[in-house]
């Protein structure tokens, strides 16, 4: 209920905002993906599993195949984690 409610009285742009430096998602990439939210990634073996570490508002951080490393990253910059699948 509260979050509709907020919904209706924010911009796409002030909705985007919420949890900005304070919290980040980390999401699997699938390879064909990389380029577009890491242009200056190298080309990447298709058989490896990446993961990727987004700010609040989609601001790509880190870019690993090793998921425990998103976390890593994330602590180190303060940053409350969630997963997206």
Do not use: Q
Not at 3 to 21: P, Q, V
Not at 44 to 51: A, C, E, F, R
């Amino acid at each position: 209920m509260l979050m509709k409610e907020a919904n209706s009285h924010l911009t796409k742009t002030e909705l985007a905002g919420i949890g900005n430096g304070e919290v980040a998602y980390i999401r699997k990439m699938r390879n064909e993906e990389v380029a577009k939210c890491f242009p200056e990634a190298p080309d990447i073996d298709p058989s490896v599993d990446l993961w990727a570490l987004f700010g609040a508002d989609g601001t790509p951080i880190l870019l690993t195949d090793n998921r425990s490393s998103t976390f890593f990253k994330a602590a180190e910059d303060e940053l409350k984690t969630v997963s997206l699948h």
